[in-house]
């Protein structure tokens, strides 16, 4: 089964930029569709991004327009490049294959300081 970890979480100043990375340890090209979640504190983990193996993409209202995901199936990553980044986006983020299900990564922290 295809293990995950996150990587490239931070702390940031609001309106600061980083990229997230997904590792996996098996190939990518078997999941069809990949996401990010993000849990903030207090908040239940929610689904912001999400990709498919033909690249149609969606993403949640509050991240449009400032997050961007992408995937690469020969290095076996996704990415989740987020900038004009606001307190409110501080959180663990955690990617995951939806289609078919993957276990949780460990994931990562980011902090947007204001």
């Known amino acids: 089964q295809v293990q995950l970890v996150e990587s490239g979480g931070g702390l940031v100043q609001a309106g600061g930029s980083l990229r997230l990375s997904c590792t996996a340890s098996g190939t990518m090209r078997e999941i069809n569709t990949m996401a990010w979640y993000r849990q903030s504190p207090g908040k239940q983990r929610e689904l912001i991004a999400h990709i498919t193996n033909g690249d149609l993409i969606d993403y949640e209202d509050s991240v449009k327009g400032r997050f961007t995901i992408s995937r690469d199936d020969v290095k076996n990553v996704i990415y989740l490049q987020m900038s004009s980044l606001k307190p409110e986006d501080t959180g663990v983020y955690y990617c995951?294959?939806?289609?078919?299900?993957?276990?949780w990564g460990p994931g990562t922290q980011v902090t947007v300081s204001s």
């Open positions: 995951k294959g939806i289609v078919p299900i993957t276990p």
